[in-house]
């Protein structure tokens, strides 16, 4: 599993290093240069705010200290060779947040010995399944190694210590240990939902974390038939008189199916209140995900789950049926309408390899794909129709698990490198990317990844650019809103965030609309009437 993560980080990402630190050769010259005149200088780059800034002075400072010495290890003192230290880890881009890795605030608990070469230091991540710590490992040990007098570099990969929720952050009782609760659902029956759900579990395991799954279909649970845990029934903690989960594999697994009593024949609010209860007093302990695997549909269940529990994003699973795009498109309304935000789009049984070396696609094409672009989802993954897969789960055994190696796993292994890339920047998102000022009557935008700074929307300009079934025809892509339908003072009622991509705008006459960055970013900029100063009559 490591070389899938390892294939997957080079094909995904890119660490790079900051221009202001010279190369080999142009450092020799410096040095060469320093010696020749008395004037080198001595002064310490400053560190400011959290980032790294540097002078004329400072560059040359760097150079010296990434060549061959210039001064004996004696003569370096702890503070000044921990500033050499950070400096090459300066060098070290996170590629989600755009910043080095000190600016970020990963780098703990650095102890510099410049007398015997020794170096420690801690890497504090945003998650332990961050899909680019082995680069990040590698990059900080190699770059600190290239100081003249460091003989030994101790690097510790952790991540940031996990924060007990609140119940006014929607996790109490058995959840209040979990960081992060991942809703994997499809509004069409059928098109393995429960599959991607199992193997993307269990590969956020392999990656590092902590991970539980809940099977929320009552009526037809798949999990008791997908994994094959030892102890098959659920058991009650007498002391605290909560659920236990079964494990299997390092994951815990909770679902009706465990209960001893099989599917089962309830109405739509018996069945809500069950899953509510198995969710809620299950004793999860400390996670860092709990995947929640949604029964297929828009309905009580599917609701009760969302305002009873915060979820902190949803993955969706199609096929690439024409159909499919429908249905689909209702659960990511659905969530939207929740305030979940949705990252990535699952197109199962999206194709299959024939004998002779073509690849075919039976259902044809383009639903994942539409998903995608019409919801701004960042990430769109496709699984083949492989018969390894549906053996791996009737014989109990994740194929993630059972062929770790195989091209499938690795696409799952992108998956969850998107769900955890995207979770991890939600959680340094600007939450007022997008805001409504009333008094201006525009919208105030500073969309992540954009060329402007800041720009301003009319309020029916956005209204009347909506890419919903009600604007636009699902079939043809026909637009049937009308431009004089819109008013031109039309308002929102309220604005909230969806996850990296997108907002969820309420308007006053009752309209949910879901406006993706990349919509906003196309529409024309409006502009704000120039202030002017009423003239003064002379008295």
């Given at each position: 599993?490591?070389?899938?993560?390892?294939?997957?980080?080079?094909?995904?990402?890119?660490?790079?290093?900051?221009?202001?630190?010279?190369?080999?050769?142009?450092?020799?010259?410096?040095?060469?240069?320093?010696?020749?005149?008395?004037?080198?200088?001595?002064?310490?780059?400053?560190?400011?705010?959290?980032?790294?800034?540097?002078?004329?002075?400072?560059?040359?400072?760097?150079?010296?200290?990434?060549?061959?010495?210039?001064?004996?290890?004696?003569?370096?003192?702890?503070?000044?060779?921990?500033?050499?230290?950070?400096?090459?880890?300066?060098?070290?881009?996170?590629?989600?947040?755009?910043?080095?890795?000190?600016?970020?605030?990963?780098?703990?608990?650095?102890?510099?010995?410049?007398?015997?070469?020794?170096?420690?230091?801690?890497?504090?991540?945003?998650?332990?399944?961050?899909?680019?710590?082995?680069?990040?490992?590698?990059?900080?040990?190699?770059?600190?190694?290239?100081?003249?007098?460091?003989?030994?570099?101790?690097?510790?990969?952790?991540?940031?210590?996990?924060?007990?929720?609140?119940?006014?952050?929607?996790?109490?009782?058995?959840?209040?240990?979990?960081?992060?609760?991942?809703?994997?659902?499809?509004?069409?029956?059928?098109?393995?939902?429960?599959?991607?759900?199992?193997?993307?579990?269990?590969?956020?395991?392999?990656?590092?974390?902590?991970?539980?799954?809940?099977?929320?279909?009552?009526?037809?649970?798949?999990?008791?038939?997908?994994?094959?845990?030892?102890?098959?029934?659920?058991?009650?903690?007498?002391?605290?008189?909560?659920?236990?989960?079964?494990?299997?594999?390092?994951?815990?697994?909770?679902?009706?199916?465990?209960?001893?009593?099989?599917?089962?024949?309830?109405?739509?609010?018996?069945?809500?209140?069950?899953?509510?209860?198995?969710?809620?007093?299950?004793?999860?302990?400390?996670?860092?995900?709990?995947?929640?695997?949604?029964?297929?549909?828009?309905?009580?269940?599917?609701?009760?789950?969302?305002?009873?529990?915060?979820?902190?994003?949803?993955?969706?699973?199609?096929?690439?049926?024409?159909?499919?795009?429908?249905?689909?498109?209702?659960?990511?309304?659905?969530?939207?309408?929740?305030?979940?935000?949705?990252?990535?789009?699952?197109?199962?049984?999206?194709?299959?390899?024939?004998?002779?070396?073509?690849?075919?696609?039976?259902?044809?094409?383009?639903?994942?794909?539409?998903?995608?672009?019409?919801?701004?989802?960042?990430?769109?993954?496709?699984?083949?129709?492989?018969?390894?897969?549906?053996?791996?789960?009737?014989?109990?055994?994740?194929?993630?698990?059972?062929?770790?190696?195989?091209?499938?796993?690795?696409?799952?292994?992108?998956?969850?490198?998107?769900?955890?890339?995207?979770?991890?920047?939600?959680?340094?998102?600007?939450?007022?990317?997008?805001?409504?000022?009333?008094?201006?009557?525009?919208?105030?935008?500073?969309?992540?990844?954009?060329?402007?700074?800041?720009?301003?929307?009319?309020?029916?300009?956005?209204?009347?650019?909506?890419?919903?079934?009600?604007?636009?025809?699902?079939?043809?892509?026909?637009?049937?809103?009308?431009?004089?339908?819109?008013?031109?003072?039309?308002?929102?009622?309220?604005?909230?965030?969806l996850g990296n991509y997108a907002v969820q705008i309420t308007w006053k006459d009752g309209f949910?609309?879901?406006?993706?960055?990349?919509?906003?970013?196309?529409?024309?900029?409006?502009?704000?009437?120039?202030?002017?100063?009423?003239?003064?009559?002379?008295?």
């Amino acid at each position: 599993m490591r070389q899938a993560t390892a294939s997957l980080i080079s094909g995904a990402y890119k660490v790079v290093m900051t221009p202001e630190v010279p190369n080999r050769q142009t450092v020799r010259r410096q040095v060469t240069d320093s010696r020749r005149s008395s004037h080198a200088s001595t002064s310490t780059p400053q560190w400011s705010s959290g980032s790294l800034r540097w002078s004329a002075e400072s560059r040359l400072s760097a150079a010296v200290s990434t060549s061959e010495p210039s001064i004996s290890a004696t003569q370096i003192s702890p503070d000044a060779g921990k500033e050499q230290v950070l400096r090459q880890l300066a060098r070290i881009i996170d590629p989600d947040f755009g910043q080095d890795i000190v600016s970020c605030g990963f780098v703990k608990g650095l102890m510099v010995d410049p007398q015997s070469g020794q170096v420690t230091f801690a890497l504090e991540l945003t998650t332990p399944a961050c899909p680019i710590k082995d680069e990040f490992e590698r990059k900080a040990r190699d770059y600190v190694a290239e100081l003249h007098w460091v003989q030994q570099v101790d690097v510790t990969m952790t991540a940031q210590p996990q924060r007990p929720m609140t119940p006014d952050e929607g996790r109490s009782g058995g959840l209040k240990s979990v960081t992060h609760v991942i809703a994997v659902s499809s509004c069409k029956g059928g098109v393995g939902k429960s599959t991607v759900a199992v193997n993307l579990a269990y590969t956020l395991a392999q990656m590092g974390a902590r991970v539980g799954i809940f099977d929320a279909d009552v009526y037809g649970p798949s999990l008791p038939t997908m994994v094959s845990p030892e102890v098959r029934v659920l058991q009650m903690n007498p002391d605290t008189r909560q659920i236990m989960p079964t494990e299997f594999e390092g994951v815990k697994l909770v679902s009706f199916g465990f209960a001893g009593q099989g599917s089962a024949i309830m109405r739509g609010p018996m069945v809500s209140g069950v899953i509510q209860q198995l969710l809620t007093t299950t004793d999860w302990g400390a996670l860092d995900y709990l995947v929640v695997d949604f029964p297929p549909g828009t309905g009580d269940i599917q609701l009760t789950l969302c305002q009873s529990v915060q979820f902190s994003a949803a993955v969706i699973v199609t096929t690439p049926q024409k159909l499919a795009f429908v249905d689909v498109a209702k659960g990511i309304r659905m969530f939207a309408r929740m305030a979940v935000p949705c990252v990535a789009v699952a197109e199962n049984m999206s194709f299959f390899d024939g004998e002779d070396g073509k690849r075919y696609y039976p259902f044809g094409q383009g639903s994942g794909e539409r998903v995608k672009q019409d919801f701004g989802l960042p990430h769109l993954i496709r699984f083949p129709i492989l018969p390894e897969l549906s053996e791996a789960g009737d014989g109990g055994r994740p194929l993630v698990v059972a062929h770790p190696s195989s091209p499938t796993a690795e696409s799952f292994m992108e998956l969850g490198a998107g769900l955890v890339r995207e979770v991890a920047k939600m959680q340094r998102l600007e939450r007022n990317a997008v805001r409504y000022d009333a008094a201006d009557k525009v919208f105030v935008c500073r969309l992540p990844d954009s060329s402007r700074p800041e720009f301003y929307l009319h309020p029916a300009v956005v209204r009347r650019n909506d890419t919903s079934a009600k604007s636009i025809n699902e079939w043809t892509g026909e637009k049937t809103l009308r431009d004089a339908d819109v008013p031109e003072d039309v308002e929102p009622e309220s604005v909230q965030p969806l996850g990296n991509y997108a907002v969820q705008i309420t308007w006053k006459d009752g309209f949910n609309q879901v406006a993706t960055f990349d919509l906003l970013a196309t529409l024309p900029e409006h502009t704000l009437p120039l202030f002017s100063v009423p003239a003064i009559d002379n008295v």
